[in-house]
C-alpha cells in the first residue's frame, strides 16, 4: 500500500466576487511534477445580471490547462480561432503549447440568467520537446466523456485522459497522464493499483475519504510517497474525487505567472514573444 506523504489544506483566495481555494501551489506543496497547479471555484450561486467568470484575454506558453466544469458553464475563445460554450459535467483540454491568447468567461445565458457555479482548472507542465508544439483546443460536453462504475454502481465518473479500470480517456494527450472525477456514495470504497513509478494527484472536491487508512476532507490535496502501487479509498460520506496520475517528467520547471518553461532564458523570450504579437491578435 502507497503511503501519504503529507495532506495539504487549500488555500482560499477570492477573485473578486468569485469563490477560490487554491491547493497548489501553497506554502506547504508547490507541485506534484506533472501536475502544477489547481484552483477550485466555487461552488457558489450567481444572481441574474451578473458579469460571470473574470477571465478575460491572458496569454499561456509551454503548458495545458485542463477545465472541469461541475456546474454552470464557461464561454471558451481563443486566438486560434476556437470557441465553445461547455455546460455543467463538460471538460475542456487546451495545449498552450508555443503560444496563445484565450478568454474563459461566461456564456451570456449564464450572465443573465444566473445560477449555480462550480469549476476546476488545472494546469499540467508539458516536457521539453512539447513546449513549442502548435497550440490546440478540444472542448467535450458531458455526454462525449466516457464514463465508469465501480462498486456496484456506488462509485460513477467520467474518465478524461488516459484510462481507468481498463475504460479509455475522453482526450487523447501528448503525454501519458490519468485524470478522473469520481462520485461516491457514503461508505462505497474501491481499490485502485497505480503504478509505483507515477506520481499521484488525489484531490477531494467535497466529503471525506479515508485512503489506506488516513483521512483526507473536502478542499485537501493528499501527496503521497512512491513505495507502493495499491490504494484503498473508503468515502466516508457523499463525496467527490479529483483523481490523476503520471509519470514525472523529472525537468527543471521555471514559472513566471502564465509561461511554464525549463529556463528563465525561456520565459524571457515568452515575454518578449508575447508583446510582440507572436502568440496572436485578439479579435473581440
Known sequence: MRSIKQVHKAEYRPIADLITYSPMPTASIQMID???????????QYPPNNNGLPFGPHPHRGMETVTFILDGDIAHKDSGGHKS???????QWMTAGSGLLHAEVSSEKFKKEGGDLEILQLWLNLPAKYKMTDPRYLGFQKDQIPTISLDDGRVTGQVVSGSLEETAGAFNTFTDINLATLNFEESA????NIPEDHNIFFYVIKGKFEVNGEQVKALHLAEFDNNGEELEIEAKAESVLLFGHAKPFEEPVVARGPFVMNTMEEIDEAYADFQTGKMGAWKE
Open 34 to 44: 506533472p501536475f502544477l497547479f489547481l484552483n477550485h471555484h466555487g461552488p457558489q
Open 85 to 91: 460554450v461547455i455546460g455543467s459535467g463538460g471538460v
Open 189 to 192: 470504497k474501491i481499490t485502485l
